[in-house]
């Protein structure tokens, strides 16, 4: 059951008022895909009676219902219809109570059936909009998605605001409001709105004054026909002139370095400034145990608003009174000093703190929230793996909330984990790599991918599965997931997901691997891959068991505004390798433009891939590890995308684990 956003609060007229609220819920939200708007009224003497109330709200609205007048004792119909595109009812139900009544709630529950009759004449319905007595609805916003963080100000704003038409609006309006510390739909938006003619809007139009350290400012636009204007959408928030992973605020994104097996672990931290003088890195090191392997998982973002990045850093085998092997993962706020977030109720062994990302914001309320895998969590079956979320706020992270599904024996449930708006719907979603899990007996770890939809109160308890259309033993699908921003620009995320066990004649355990590319929709992803990317290296002295497809990132590594994709061949012959695969509008290129294979022999380069702008100049950059050299190579973003040569290394004891540029 899913609780639609029409809420009212009612003070009812009676010698002692009784605060009423009514709530609607979709009993099967399946059913109301096509739903376009909801209708509310109030009945006097029950449902058929005088409608002495009466309001429409559509979709996507970020407005509550208006305070109806007091009513009068008696007898009430509370009546709620929902209609689809073509202006006809799909539901239609009404409940019937006696007022006053010591009944605080109500809860009107409906469910999408077949077409009755329509709300407006037919020759007046467009797309779900009775035109000449509705208000234009909200427009759907396309891009950006909530919690955005618009770039360097050093580069210059390239951020446009977008939304599709609205059906019966012929201009719109847009407002951004003053700076803001709080959720987004406690931000300002009383500022004159600007009209705009079309679809979108350039933030580098709007005058704003670029300040040192950004702010972050509440946006949202409304559609209007002539002079009437309809509701607000839900309000998104802006880090402007931000990088998630600026961590010392100065307008660069900096890189996190892991180095797991320096004693128990540590970090180390490259200043985006210095990094493009090939500066080098100060380490952070927690002082754990020996083997905690502090360093194997990194991410980078702001999660409390301040303009400042934050990094998570995983410890996935340290010790801790839950046991043995039961993993940590520390924030270091700012840069400065690691302490461990919101308490887990760990297990032994369960290794949390094995895959750390920041998923984007999920519950829409203007902050970034992450995601903690611990893939070896065994509670139910042994290594069937679970996820842990933790919300960003103005107070840091808050959480947390525990994921698992169906488990299964080995099937490392978060693996790898990534996030981002797979269905347009202005909310986050979580995918959680599944590469253990074996669907037959003929398929063992043949993995699956789940998609974990989010929305006003978190992500969904059941997921969307992707499963490899063509299973293989050892196959690992899953074992490294990441969202793409937009890939085929429809203000839409797209999926890929590596197989680094994959092999073009089903032999097991020669780990050639491919990539699969799934788009994303508003009913989401797309379960049939438009796109496979295949292992690149054939032919004559090709070497067995590349794992291409075993670290994945991206970012826009060309200026063009699209999402471009790096991928981890780390057993490539000689030395390993990362590949630049540079989006072509609806796809990458079907071959690599850029081989990043310069790691010695055995070197295992692109164990572990990072993008981020580390220079400011608006482009993306690439920093790739090359495990067994213990080195970090940089490649700086060029307009024809990242140069085969790095532009500086870094070479440091201990440097195998995880790489962090933020996004």
């Known amino acids: 059951m899913r609780t639609v956003p029409l809420l009212c609060f009612f003070a009812l007229g009676c010698a002692a008022p009784v605060p009423l609220t009514w709530t609607v819920s979709v009993t099967d939200p399946s059913l109301c895909d096509d739903v376009v708007a909801y209708e509310a009224s109030l009945e006097r003497d029950g449902c058929g009676g005088e409608a002495v109330y009466a309001v429409t709200r559509f979709r996507g609205s970020s407005e509550a219902l208006p305070t109806p007048s007091a009513l009068s004792p008696g007898r009430w119909g509370f009546r709620v219809r929902a209609r689809d595109s073509s202006c006809r009812f799909v539901a239609d139900r009404c409940i019937e109570r006696d007022l006053p009544s010591d009944q605080a709630t109500l809860d009107v529950e409906i469910t999408c059936g077949a077409a009755m009759e329509l709300a407006c004449a037919a020759a007046l319905c467009e797309s779900g909009v009775c035109v000449g007595t509705d208000p234009p609805p909200p427009p759907h916003v396309v891009w950006p998605p909530s919690a955005y963080a618009t770039g360097s100000p050093h580069a210059p704003q390239a951020t446009r605001l977008r939304w599709d038409p609205a059906p019966s609006a012929n201009r719109y309006e847009v407002v951004i409001g ?63 002139d931000r990088l998630d992973g600026d961590l010392d605020g100065d307008g660069f994104a900096d890189a996190v370095l892991g180095a797991p097996a320096v004693g128990g672990g540590r970090v180390g931290v490259l200043s985006g400034a210095s990094a493009a003088l090939g500066g080098a890195p100060s380490f952070v090191d927690p002082g754990l145990e020996a083997s905690a392997r502090f360093g194997s998982a990194a991410a980078s973002a702001d999660l409390d608003g301040d303009g400042r990045g934050d990094a998570l850093v995983g410890a996935p085998f340290a010790d801790t009174p839950a046991g043995g092997d039961a993993g940590l993962v520390f924030t270091l706020l700012g840069g400065g000093d690691p302490r461990s977030p919101a308490s887990v109720a760990g297990s032994p062994a369960e290794t949390f703190g094995a895959s750390v990302a920041v998923v984007g914001d999920l519950d829409g309320d203007g902050y970034l929230d992450v995601a903690v895998g611990a893939p070896q969590f065994s509670a139910v079956e042994d290594d069937a793996g679970r996820v842990v979320l933790f919300y960003g706020s103005a107070a840091g992270l808050s959480g947390p909330a525990v994921i698992t599904w169906d488990p299964a024996p080995s099937a490392a449930f978060g693996a790898s984990v990534s996030g981002g708006d797979l269905d347009g719907d202005g909310f986050a979603d979580l995918v959680v790599g599944e590469p253990g899990r074996t669907p037959a007996a003929s398929a063992v770890e043949a993995g699956r991918v789940l998609v974990f939809r989010g929305g006003p109160a978190g992500v969904s308890a059941t997921p969307d599965v992707i499963a490899p259309s063509s299973p293989q033993p050892s196959l690992r699908f899953g074992a490294a997931v990441e969202v793409l921003d937009d890939l085929d620009g429809d203000g839409i995320a797209d999926l890929a997901v590596g197989a680094p066990g994959w092999d073009a004649g089903g032999t097991p355990d020669l780990f050639d691997g491919r990539v699969f590319v799934y788009s994303g929709s508003e009913a989401g992803v797309h379960t049939v891959p438009p796109q496979e990317l295949a292992n690149p290296f054939t032919g004559a002295g090709a070497a067995v068991g590349e794992r291409f497809g075993a670290a994945l990132s991206s970012g826009d590594l060309n200026g063009d505004g699209r999402s471009d994709l790096v991928v981890g061949a780390p057993n490539a012959d000689p030395g390993g390798a990362a590949l630049i695969y540079l989006s072509r509008g609806l796809s990458f290129d079907a071959a ?22 580390l220079d400011g100049d608006g482009v993306d950059d690439v920093c790739v590890i090359a495990r067994a050299e213990e080195r970090a190579r940089f490649h700086l973003g060029e307009p024809g995308g990242p140069l085969a040569e790095p532009s500086f290394e870094v070479a440091d004891a201990g440097l195998r684990g995880a790489v962090s540029l933020g996004r």
Do not use: K, N, Q
Request: charged content about 25%.
């Open 178 to 240: 003053a700076p803001c510390d709080t959720v987004a739909s406690d931000c300002d938006l009383s500022s004159a709105p600007m009209a705009v003619s079309g679809t979108e809007l350039a933030l580098a139009d709007v005058g704003l004054t670029r300040r040192p350290g950004g702010e972050r400012r509440a946006w949202a636009v409304r559609s209007c026909r002539d002079t009437t204007c309809g509701p607000f959408s839900r309000p998104r928030v802006l880090a402007i």
């Open 592 to 613: 690599p433009s850029r081989f990043l294979d310069r790691g010695a022999p055995g070197g295992e380069l692109g164990a572990s891939i990072g993008v981020g702008d």
